[in-house]
């Protein structure tokens, strides 16, 4: 059974830095990816991470958020800098094993 637990949200300033973690469990070799959602906006996709490390940045977070992978401990990490108050978002850790599964995701707010 798959489950995603994300975690490491939280309120930070502009400019500021936050790490999210997602723990997967129920599967193992997949393409790891995060989307987040702001209010009364669709889903996107914010980074992803192939099973060996190939990766996609959304043109809005090239060269300040960096996606990564532990697949010995199945957890994959979005690290956010110079986050921007457009970055507030509800953030989810989504796979391509089953990607209609989503957790309950990570809140993110950047104040101005």
């Known amino acids: 059974q798959v489950q995603l637990v994300e975690s490491g949200g939280g309120l930070v300033q502009a400019g500021g830095s936050l790490t999210l973690s997602c723990a997967a469990s129920?599967?193992?070799?997949?393409?790891m990816a995060w989307y987040r959602q702001a209010p009364g906006k669709e889903r996107e996709l914010v980074a992803a991470i192939g099973r060996r490390g190939s990766t996609y940045y959304a043109d809005s977070v090239k060269g300040r958020f960096t996606i990564s992978r532990d697949n010995a401990k199945n957890t994959v990490v979005l690290q956010m800098n110079s986050l921007e108050p457009d970055d507030t978002a509800v953030y989810y850790c989504?796979?391509?094993?089953?990607?209609?599964?989503w957790g309950q995701g990570t809140q993110v707010t950047v104040s101005s």
């Open positions: 989504n796979t391509d094993y089953d990607p209609g599964y």
């Open positions: 129920g599967f193992t070799s997949s393409t």
